[in-house]
C-alpha cells in the first residue's frame, strides 16, 4: 500500500454538483492537510487537521467542506464550485505538526465546467 | 506576496554534472526548510531538509546549503542522473505556524545525456 493514496485521481464537475475528494494514509500519521495547485502558483494550504481536530483554514472559501473522521481518513467536499478552482488538489499527513516532513498524496485533478 | 521564490523555472544540466537548484525567502521567521522532488502524475516526494542551525545538510548526492544572512537556500546534486528530471519545490516553515508549509514554484530540472 502506498503511503497516502487520493481517489479519485481526475474528476470532472459541474457547477451545480457535489463531490468529494478522499484521502487516506497508512503511515500512523496524526495531522493531514489538503492544499491546492493551480497552474504556475506554489501549493496554497487549505486545511490542517491535528489529530482529527481542524487547526488551521487558511481563508478557504464555504464551497470547500473538510471533514476528518479519524486521524487516517481526510475529505473534501465540494459544492457550487467555480471554473476557477479548477486545479489539482493534494493531501498530505506528517507524524506532527512541528518540523515535520509531509507526505503528499499523488493528488486529484479537478476540473470545473 | 510570495515568501518563498525559485526564480529559475528550468534548469538542463548534463549527466555527470553538478545540479544547482536555488531558492530565496523573504520571511526571517522562517527556521526549517525542505526540497521536495514532484514526477509528473505523482505528488511531491520529499527529498531533503535543514534547520536554521545549521548551514548544510547533506544526504547521499544532495546536498542543501543555507545562508540566512542572504535568506537563500540551494539544493546542489551531485553527479546529475537523469533519474533527477523532475519539478523540483522549495519550502519553508517556522515554529509559530508550525503546520504551515509555504512553497515555492518548482524549478523544472532537466539531465541530459
Known amino acids: 500500500e502506498t503511503g497516502v493514496t487520493q481517489t479519485p485521481r481526475h474528476l470532472v464537475m459541474g457547477m451545480t454538483n457535489k463531490k468529494s475528494l478522499k484521502c487516506e494514509q497508512h503511515?500512523?500519521?496524526?495531522?493531514m492537510y489538503w492544499y491546492k495547485q493551480s497552474a504556475k502558483k506554489p501549493l496554497e494550504l487549505m486545511f490542517v487537521y491535528n489529530f482529527k481536530e481542524q487547526t488551521e483554514n487558511n481563508s478557504v472559501p464555504s464551497r470547500f467542506s473538510p471533514e476528518c473522521p479519524n486521524s487516517s481518513h481526510l475529505f473534501l467536499h465540494l459544492h457550487t464550485l467555480q471554473p476557477e478552482d479548477s486545479a489539482l488538489y493534494l493531501c498530505?499527513?506528517?507524524?506532527?505538526?512541528?518540523?515535520?516532513?509531509?507526505?503528499f498524496g499523488a493528488g486529484t485533478r479537478l476540473s470545473v465546467l | 506576496d510570495q515568501q518563498v521564490k525559485q526564480n529559475s523555472p528550468s534548469l538542463s544540466v548534463q549527466e555527470g554534472r553538478i545540479s544547482i537548484l536555488n531558492c530565496d525567502y523573504t520571511?526571517?521567521?522562517?527556521?526549517?526548510f525542505l526540497w521536495y522532488k514532484k514526477y509528473p502524475a505523482e505528488g511531491p516526494t520529499f527529498l531533503i531538509s535543514?534547520?536554521?542551525?545549521?548551514d548544510k545538510n547533506e544526504d547521499g548526492r544532495f546536498t542543501v546549503f543555507l545562508n540566512k544572512s542572504a535568506k537563500h537556500l540551494s539544493l546542489h546534486i551531485v553527479p546529475s542522473q537523469p533519474g533527477d528530471s523532475a519539478v523540483y519545490f522549495c519550502?519553508?516553515?517556522?515554529?509559530?505556524?508550525?503546520?504551515?508549509?509555504?512553497f515555492g514554484t518548482g524549478t523544472r530540472l532537466q539531465v541530459t545525456l
Open positions: 498530505a499527513s506528517s507524524l506532527g505538526t512541528i518540523k515535520n516532513i509531509q507526505y
Open positions: 519550502a519553508a516553515s517556522d515554529t509559530g505556524t508550525a503546520s504551515k508549509l509555504t
Open positions: 503511515l500512523g500519521h496524526n495531522a
Open positions: 520571511n526571517s521567521m522562517f527556521d526549517y
Open positions: 535543514i534547520s536554521s542551525i545549521k
